[in-house]
């Protein structure tokens, strides 16, 4: 899928920053731009980590918007399907006081 990418201009910027930041930790890049030239750009540090269930939920946005299921390369398909089939339920040490 593409990067959502935002074009605002400086003022605007200034203006929305905590909004911007909101949506920069949400996956978007935010372009700052000073007379539609760009100036500035804004990313997450880390790239964002999602859990099984969003990437699937994702992946059904994606294919309801554009009407093109995304496709798993088959070796990745089987590595997943091999992680998941050896995981083991996570049992913490019940600490004592």
Known sequence: MTKHVIR?????????????MAH??????????????????LHAAEPVRRTISECIALAKAHEEET????????????????????????NPPVWQE
């Not at 920069?24 to 760009?38: K, Q």
């Not at 088959?74 to 996570?90: G, Q, Y």
């Open 67 to 90: 009407g093109k299921a995304p496709i798993l390369d088959a070796d990745f398909a089987e590595d997943v399907e091999a992680i998941l089939n050896k995981r083991k339920p996570w």
């Open 8 to 20: 605002v201009s400086e003022a605007e910027a200034g203006r929305e920053f905590r909004s911007l």
């Open 24 to 41: 920069v930790r949400a996956g978007a890049e935010v372009v700052i731009e000073h007379d539609t030239r760009p100036v500035a750009v």
